[in-house]
């Protein structure tokens, strides 16, 4: 039974195409993340959620849109896909958004946009 | 501007010996420090953390040490073992309150037997 569970694992499409990444995670957790890894395998924090409320939105494009139903989901929904969007997206929980607390990762979606 | 800095892309060490890998970082104001270990087609698995106000924690084969005045952290597995083959990320906290991590790019690890 996966902690964190991400789909699809891969993810092709053309440019200008609206897809989406979805985040499971059944550990409990309360806050939740999206990372991007691009081609130069920078690890960047996109958005976080505590409880369904958004904590951190880093600079990213207004076409990624996250959303969370519930404390164990949070989905990544991308509008009008570009050629720069092509990156391993992770998604990721911990515990608690305040204090130290490590974060536990999904399998990653390699998403190529052509 | 890549506050947290892991200049080794590639390590390749001996079955038996010791890993040293290496972090630097620019920001004083990080106070708290991980390292994670991914292997292909897998998401990051957390290691072992610090805290800035220790300058060594230890769990079993790994250690971790952090050098403040340098800005400077590493971690140390000893014995390595051809299943520590990996690449390892450091990652630092940027405020207290909401635990924002910054990444490292990486370090390959390779554990010859």
């Known amino acids: 039974d996966t902690a964190v569970s991400q789909t699809p694992k891969y993810l092709v499409t053309q440019m200008g195409n609206d897809k989406s990444i979805k985040c499971e995670q059944n550990l409990g957790h309360d806050t939740m993340y999206w990372y991007k890894q691009d081609s130069k395998k920078f690890l960047k924090i996109m958005f976080s959620y505590n409880n369904k409320e958004l904590i951190i939105n880093e600079t990213v494009p207004n076409r990624f849109s996250p959303k969370s139903p519930d404390k164990a989901h949070l989905n990544l929904h991308i509008n009008s896909l570009e050629l720069g969007d092509s990156a391993v997206y992770f998604c990721?929980?911990?515990?608690?958004?305040?204090?130290?607390?490590?974060?536990?990762f999904g399998p990653g979606t390699r998403l190529t946009v052509t | 501007d890549q506050q947290v800095k892991q200049n080794s892309p590639s390590l390749s060490v001996q079955e038996g010996r010791i890993s040293i890998l290496n972090c630097d970082y620019t920001?004083?104001?990080?106070?708290?420090f991980l390292w994670y270990k991914k292997y292909p087609a897998e998401g990051p698995t957390f290691l072992i953390s610090i805290s800035s106000i220790k300058d060594k924690n230890e769990d079993g084969r790994f250690t971790v040490f952090l050098n403040k005045s340098a800005k400077h952290l590493s971690l140390h597995i000893v014995p390595s073992q051809p299943g520590d083959s990996a690449v390892y990320f450091c990652a630092a906290s940027v405020e207290k309150g909401t635990y924002k991590y910054i990444f490292g790019t990486g370090t390959r690890l390779k554990v010859l037997a």
């Open positions: 920001n004083s104001m990080f106070d708290y």
């Open positions: 990721a929980s911990s515990l608690r958004m305040t204090g130290p607390s490590e974060q536990y």
